[in-house]
């Protein structure tokens, strides 16, 4: 097998670090293939370089990087990022500690293969891998033990079974709310929706105490957003009337029950949707439009001061200007309750801002994040001047992913892992009596359905905080993309791959 060895051995380093999948037949039929005998030395040669595209495919394949067929849909999106932004991206995979680690590793394994036969070392921890990948967590022992005793506990150690089951609890979920019965709704509600905040983000700055979240009502510490793209995370937000689904039922589901504002409109608001920037990308303007039950087209304040550019060199306006006016505008033209989604994208990776020394995203995100905190404080304190009743719910898409993992890159998001799900979520009552005080906590696991819980209790007329907390549903730690799926079980945390394997998911 000659060096292929080294690249064997360091991949199962790679996967027994924690740092990447392995495929275990496909390895073994490429390692078989690598070691059978060949006399002929043309025909060695022509075989090593038949080797090397199919060792990078395998290696590519047993990263946890997106699929080929995600980035081929992509291939268009990608086009629009800018040089400098694409610079930056391939730096963050430059990982100096990992590969001076392996280069070490390498030089060892070359050294010890001079005096011994390491493909047999091979085949052994390719073999090894089989009861980690295809037996529940801690091997053989317990897995027979679950047998023995079925039932419940078996459910338990299954992540298939445990999964199934929390997809027909949520199906059974469904939270329609109505206008009050003594007439028309008498606050406004808006949904301030931030992509890329997570709680993680703000404690990789230091900033998860920020004064400004302490000015809320309620505080969400385990709100779970179930997705690690802006698109998955809008569907999921605006059709949170239901019980959560899974990634692709959630864009099949067409039941208007579940649709949030379409339950705003009925219940007597007009619902509006406003964006700070064009809504281009992804098609996100066009995905509010086909799932968010709004009988209008977002706003985009196309006159608004420009704030920073995006990756693509759009322009994105100024959170407080564009929320300024809309409010403005609310105040003068009166009418019937508005519930208004907005959607900034103010802190999105790749994002340049005018001024600043460095243009590295990573490294801007602290003053992007203090402006739009600066900005959404000063636009709540317009409301309260206003002396108008406004509910006003706070809520990340998903996290920046500012420090990255083990299995993936600062800024990656293909794993929706803890640190890019668990988003601030956060509701202000203005000009509602009986609400006052410090925020009332919700430490306890919840999602989408508990926001929707606070306003149809606020629309039944409760003006008890703690009660309202109380009464707020939990929902499993559930998370995915249309690749992965990430599951809190126990006190960890599983992720079953593209293929279907489930494995110890580690931070």
Known sequence: MGLWSLYFLAKLALFHGGYS???????????????????????????????????????????WLPPLNRLLSQAGALRDFSLDYLLELLGRFINPSLITNLLVALVLVWFLGRILRLATFVFLGILSVVPMTYLPSGGLAPALAAQGKGGQDSTRL???????????????????????????????????HICSLSWDDMAFLRLHEHPFFQNFDFLFRQFNSAASYSGPA??????????????????????PQCQLFRHFEEAG?????????DGRFDNFGKLLESEGGFSRKPMIPQDAPVAMRSFDNT????????????????????????????NSISLHDGNRLPGEKSTASLQTYKPRLTQLLEDFDRFIKALEASNRPVVVVLLGEHGAALRG????????????????????????????????????VIDRPTSYLALTAVLAQLLNGETDREQLAARLPETEHVSET??????????????????????????
């Open 21 to 63: 999948g392995f495929h275990v037949w496909e390895n073994l039929l490429f390692a078989v293939a690598m070691a059978w005998p060949q006399e002929r030395v043309l025909w060695r040669r022509l075989r090593h370089l038949a080797a090397v595209p199919v060792a990078l495919a395998l290696l590519y394949h047993d990263s």
């Open 158 to 192: 299954d992540p298939d079974a445990r999964l199934a089951a929390f997809y027909q609890t949520q199906k059974r979920r469904q939270l329609p709310f109505h206008a009050p019965e003594s007439g028309p709704p008498a606050f406004d509600v808006i949904y301030l």
């Open 234 to 255: 809008a569907v999921r937000l605006l059709k949170s009337s239901c019980g959560q689904h899974d990634h692709k039922e959630t864009y099949r589901e067409r039941n």
């Open 269 to 277: 608001f007009e619902a509006q949707a406003l964006l700070n920037h």
């Open 315 to 342: 322009p994105i306006y100024s959170d407080l200007a564009v929320l300024s006016r809309w409010w403005q505008a609310r105040q003068q033209t009166g009418g019937k309750p508005v519930a208004l989604y907005y």
């Open 405 to 440: 993992d083990r299995l993936q890159i600062a800024g990656l998001r293909e794993i929706p892992s803890p640190r890019i799900t668990r988003v601030p979520a956060a509701v202000k009552l203005i000009g509602m009596p009986g609400m006052s005080g410090a925020p009332q």
């Open 482 to 507: 249309d690749a992965l799926v990430l599951m809190r079980l126990g006190e960890g945390y599983k992720m079953r791959s593209a293929d279907g394997v489930w494995v110890d998911y580690r931070e």
